[in-house]
């Protein structure tokens, strides 16, 4: 049986057993309550019925071979059953109980021990609360949940139970397909779940709640298949503070890794990032029901000035573009709203139109005529049963008739969630119109559907990041000539320079020609200026006669350089190891700025080159390499060129590269010089 249709049977099983006591017993309630017609079984040596469901001993009594099984027994009956479920052919299962890789190392133990009783067999799971699946109606679900049967939906993929919980019982209009949470991934990786999810059209978007990942590179292929196949993917990913990264160490053993690596993960795979669930919610419904944007421009309606000001505002901060309007759209809307409303996007219609379709009908399709990616129309309804919602019904029914006259997209947003009624909601949802609910919400999830949008137009190009290798033997430093050769050999441009002993260093310069710089020489010296180790821009003999004699009772060994110059701008290059993602490559702002300005970018091998000058192109310093205040200008290739370098040396170094620095990377006005580098690899 492929992994596929193994998983398929377990998410939609015709046959489900139910194993354990009262955690079994409340999911084959749960299971009916959710519409399940297929056949139930329980097992449980020592009780009679479980929730109405008549008891076999072991899963050897049972009359058939479950599609899906609920396991809440203990951690060791647990992996008894897993193991026998598995022999018999079994589609899958949920492990419910906890005490596994979460709690310590003797439950490390226990989930290597459960892997090898599942074999092939996909568990979701342990320490996890199961799934509920609304579009088959089947609950492998041992608590209460929020949902309701639907065509189609979002799919939830949680590491946490309590946090799918509190997702299932939204009141935001969000229409759930699936809630999974697999707490500890011992069966299943993320990468599983969304592969087996996109091959279900039922299925319009994705949102996981990530902790870890362990296998960063399934997991790229299966999000970069996502994109192929047109199912968005968002992601809320815990674990940016210290203190949240300690937390999910000790949830469910997922190691966090720096967060700056996890959100050039996202970028590169167009995994829209959320940083609120509220914002989390509504960028899900977005793109459920309005889908990804063709580029990051929004055009906003409302009947206040207010409003129009706060959109402004809340769109420059999302990095939206709120183009102006038209000279034909002007003039149209000059007809229709009179010499008293002053026009612009966003557009404060005033409340002149407000009640009259046709007015509202004509201002709404000239907007959208105008072709933003998205157009706002802002609503917010009156509260209670009992209020008089008929005027805001008309504006309703105009922009829907206006979407539909031109062919352009549209949501209607309230400035608050509680303003957007369930009644409202409903109407617009039936006529393909997403309710959104909250201003700066709405504006993140625009954003994020275009660069989703953007994402897929080139994930052709798009690369599976590298599986991490494991570093094979021990990591020694090179001194600063031999990691300069080493990079040169991948075309690393590195200054002209030789290494001598003291008594040659003028010589030494004398070859080299004037000025140049004097650095001592050594495989356990990192740090140059802070241990007074070099000098430069020595202009003479004298001068270079006196810094040797000056680091002499220290070192033994000197580099003799020329001096880099004119300079434009000074740039790091880095790379590290990362335990989840391998080798890195990190940019930024060098030199003495290194320590000063937050200003760097990380990317993950392997790097198009396309992607290194974006990144140098977003970094602060390129201000100074764009010929700040009238100054010399750098040429942005040449550095390109040297980063993409460094990147080929550390690809092909992958199993024995530990760490290297390039700092300062001198920007020229004609070419990128490293005067310093630093390797620390193993030798094999």
């Not at 505002?313 to 149209?332: F, I, N, T, V, W």
């Amino acid at each position: 049986m492929s992994r596929h249709t193994a998983m398929k049977s377990l998410f939609a099983p015709r046959s489900v057993a139910f194993f354990g006591g009262r955690g079994a017993g409340k999911a084959i309630e749960q299971c009916r309550f959710a519409g399940y017609d297929g056949e139930m079984f329980a097992v449980n040596p020592g009780r009679d019925e479980l929730s109405g469901v008549p008891c076999v001993s072991s899963a050897a009594d049972l009359p058939v071979v479950p599609d899906a099984a609920f396991v809440a027994a203990p951690p060791e009956a647990s992996i008894d059953i897993i193991r026998e479920l598995s022999a018999m052919g079994a589609g899958g299962a949920v492990c419910y109980a906890s005490g596994f890789a979460e709690l310590d190392e003797a439950g490390i133990d226990l989930e290597k021990a459960l892997r090898d009783a599942a074999g092939d067999m996909p568990v979701v799971g342990p320490n996890c609360h199961g799934f509920v699946n609304y579009l088959d109606g089947v609950a492998l679900w041992p608590d209460e949940h929020g949902g309701q049967r639907v065509d189609n939906g979002i799919a939830l993929v949680s590491q946490s139970g309590n946090f799918g919980i509190n997702l299932s019982m939204q009141q935001r209009g969000v229409d759930l397909a699936m809630v999974i949470t697999i707490g500890n991934k011992a069966c299943l990786g993320l990468h599983d779940y969304i592969e087996f999810l996109i091959r279900d059209s039922r299925v319009t978007a994705i949102g996981l709640h990530i902790e870890g990942i362990e296998n960063v590179h399934d997991f790229s292929i299966a999000a970069i298949k996502a994109l192929e196949a047109g199912v968005p993917i968002v992601a809320i990913k815990t674990g940016r503070s210290s203190r949240g990264a300690e937390i999910n160490m000790s949830h469910t053993a997922s190691l966090a890794g720096e967060d700056r690596l996890y959100e050039a993960l996202f970028k590169r795979l167009g995994i829209a990032r959320c940083d609120s669930v509220t914002q989390f919610l509504e960028t899900l419904k977005f793109l459920s029901i309005a889908g990804t944007l063709p580029e990051p421009t929004v055009g906003s309606m409302s009947c206040s000035g207010g409003e129009a000001s706060l959109i402004a505002d809340y769109a420059d901060a999302a990095g939206l573009h709120m183009p102006q309007l038209s000279a034909s759209a002007e003039k149209r809307l000059a007809e229709i709203l009179g010499p008293k409303v002053p026009l612009s996007n966003p557009l404060d219609y005033h409340t002149y139109a407000w009640g009259d379709y046709d007015a509202l009908f004509a201002c709404f399709s000239t907007m959208l005529s105008d072709a933003c990616a998205c157009t706002m129309l802002v609503l917010d309804y009156p509260p209670g049963e009992n209020a008089d919602t008929a005027s805001w019904e008309v504006a309703e029914r105009a922009l829907i008739d206006a979407v539909s006259a031109t062919g352009q997209r549209a949501v209607v947003t309230s400035t608050l969630p509680e303003t957007m009624p369930l009644a409202a909601r409903q109407r617009l949802k039936a006529a393909g119109i997403a309710p959104m609910q909250g201003l700066d919400e709405c504006l993140s999830a625009i954003n994020a559907a275009a660069a989703i949008g953007a994402a897929k137009t080139r994930v052709a190009d798009t690369l599976p990041i590298r599986a991490p290798e494991t570093l094979v033997g021990e990591a020694l430093v090179l001194d600063e000539l031999a990691s300069k050769k080493a990079l040169a050999d991948y075309g690393l441009i590195v200054p002209k320079g030789s290494a001598c002993k003291a008594s040659e260093a003028v010589d030494a310069a004398d070859a080299i020609g004037y000025p140049v710089v004097v650095k001592a020489l050594s495989d356990e010296l990192t740090h140059k200026t802070d241990a007074g180790a070099v000098r430069i821009n020595l202009r003479n003999t004298d001068a270079v006669a006196a810094a040797v004699e000056a680091m002499s009772p220290t070192f033994d060994r000197f580099l003799i350089e020329a001096m880099v110059g004119p300079t434009v701008a000074e740039i790091i290059v880095g790379v590290n190891r990362d335990p989840t993602f391998g080798l890195t490559l990190l940019i930024g702002a060098g030199g003495t700025l290194v320590e000063l300005v937050e200003d760097t970018v990380s990317l993950l091998l392997p790097v198009r080159q396309d992607e290194i000058a974006d990144a140098i192109r977003s970094l602060k310093v390129m201000k100074l390499i764009d010929g700040w205040r009238g100054g010399a200008r750098g040429d942005v290739d040449r550095i390109v060129d040297s980063v993409c370098a460094v990147a080929d040396y550390a690809t092909a170094n992958n199993a024995t590269l530990a760490e290297l620095d390039v700092n300062p990377l001198v920007v020229t006005p004609d070419k990128a010089i490293a005067v310093d580098a630093v390797i620390r690899r193993s030798r094999q």
